[in-house]
T-cell receptor, first 112, second 115 residues
Framework: AQSVAQPEDQVNVAEGNPLTVKCTYS??????LFWYVQYPNRGLQFLLK??????LVKGSYGFEAEFNKSQTSFHLKKPSALVSDSALYFC??????????FGRGTSLIVHP | GAVVSQHPSWVICKSGTSVKIECRSL??????MFWYRQFPKQSLMLMAT?????????EQGVEKDKFLINHASLTLSTLTVTSAHPEDSSFYIC???????????FGNGTRLTVT
């Protein structure tokens, strides 16, 4: 079985400060990890993925994520938050199954 | 990048009627499509997985006779909510992928309101 945990329902950060949205996973075999962002009343947009290779993955809109195998984590990060980054963020994992499992989502609020 | 088009973006219908939602992959062949339902401030609930030319696989608790899914081609899947009731009101989102390593590409969702 595969699972994803996003321990924070909400993350608050001031504009210009670094942000981190946490994600841990459990999967059999090698993980395929993804981050998505959802704006109100819209579908999800793909941000970045880790399949193999460098542990630090860079994605869209200045976001990056670090794969940590020993801690089974894939935290999403950005050096300097923007108000427009405020949205709902989902972490997802696939292992042997072709069906990804999504976390419950973390609401990011960036204050001006 | 890969684009998935979902229509309509919102629909209001009367109780007892049926509603069809279309999901199209515009610039890639979607071997697998997924249909999700999302309640306010909640995560995605996978309803079913469909592969082109075969019957959809429904998740436990999802009524296959109520939520009819057709994946007739590599670029089109449809979800029909039959005999809709107010409790079916929700945000429905489709997604598609072309290969195992590829991320899912999502439509913009359909807001269904049943009165």
């Amino acid at each position: 079985a595969q699972s994803v945990a996003q321990p924070e329902d909400q993350v608050n950060v001031a504009e210009g400060n670094p942000l981190t949205v946490k994600c841990t996973y459990s999967v059999s075999g090698n993980p395929y990890l993804f981050w998505y962002v959802q704006y109100p009343n819209r579908g999800l947009q793909f941000l970045l993925k880790y399949i193999t290779g460098d542990n630090l993955v860079k994605g869209s809109y200045g976001f990056e994520a670090e794969f940590n195998k020993s801690q089974t984590s894939f935290h999403l990060k950005k050096p300097s938050a923007l108000v427009s980054d405020s949205a709902l963020y989902f972490c997802a994992v696939k292992g042997g199954s072709y069906i990804p499992t999504f976390g419950r989502g973390t609401s990011l609020i960036v204050h001006p | 990048g890969a684009v998935v088009s979902q229509h309509p973006s919102w629909v209001i219908c009367k109780s007892g009627t049926s509603v069809k939602i279309e999901c199209r992959s515009l610039d890639f062949q979607a071997t697998t499509m997924f249909w999700y339902r999302q309640f306010p401030k909640q995560s995605l609930m996978l309803m079913a997985t469909s592969n082109e030319g075969s019957k959809a696989t429904y998740e436990q608790g999802v009524e296959k006779d109520k939520f009819l899914i057709n994946h007739a081609s590599l670029t089109l899947s449809t979800l029909t909510v039959t005999s809709a009731h107010p409790e079916d009101s929700s945000f429905y989102i489709c997604s598609a992928t072309g290969s195992f390593n590829s991320p899912l590409h999502f439509g913009n969702g359909t807001r269904l309101t049943v009165t």
